[in-house]
């Protein structure tokens, strides 16, 4: 069973869901891939100490804070592959970005591999259920591109906006 309620944030409403303890998702409305972890079990629960903790948590970085990850009990739903690039996304610091290519070679490393494919990460990076607060939004193409953000990519760029990230690279936020 999975607990829900709603936040107004700057980028419009979003759901977050936790299982009792931990959070497991917080989406924004019509984000691709929205709370497609959750099954049918879901109660609505405005009181539940984890989604009160994760709403603090949002009004403290949307007005200019910069918590940290491990203030929240996270518990996003997963393979243990995406589970080990949403941890990589937690260590990419606010006001900075990474590629989709610099994940793939942590990744490797940590795998101990040789490589690993940027569109695999791509593909974990996409479905990470738990937006804004697990970073995906701090990932670029290669090229400084704001590609594959399931929320979308004026919500990216505000969130990296917001962040500072970007700040005197005019040719950066090339929106394809």
């Excluded at 107004?8 to 299982?19: R, T």
């Amino acid at each position: 069973m999975y607990f829900t309620t709603h936040y107004q944030s700057p980028l419009g409403p979003l759901m977050l869901a936790g299982d009792g303890d931990h959070l497991v998702g917080v989406w924004m409305e019509g984000q691709k891939y929205f709370a497609d972890n959750l099954g049918e079990e879901t109660a609505e629960k405005d009181n539940l100490p984890v989604l009160k903790d994760s709403r603090n948590w949002l009004d403290r970085y949307f007005a200019g804070g910069k918590p940290a990850i491990s203030d929240l009990p996270l518990a996003p739903i997963g393979s243990d592959f995406r589970k080990a690039v949403w941890n990589i996304l937690c260590e990419i610091p606010y006001g900075e970005i990474t590629t989709y290519g610099e994940i793939a070679k942590k990744m490797a490393a940590r795998m101990n591999k040789k490589s690993m494919s940027a569109q695999a990460v791509g593909g974990a990076v996409g479905h990470n259920p738990i937006s804004i607060i697990i970073p995906c939004h701090r990932v670029v193409g290669s090229d400084g591109s704001l590609t594959g953000y399931a929320g979308g990519l004026s919500n990216k760029k505000k969130l990296l906006e917001h962040e500072g990230a970007y700040m005197g690279k005019p040719s950066a936020f090339k929106e394809e």
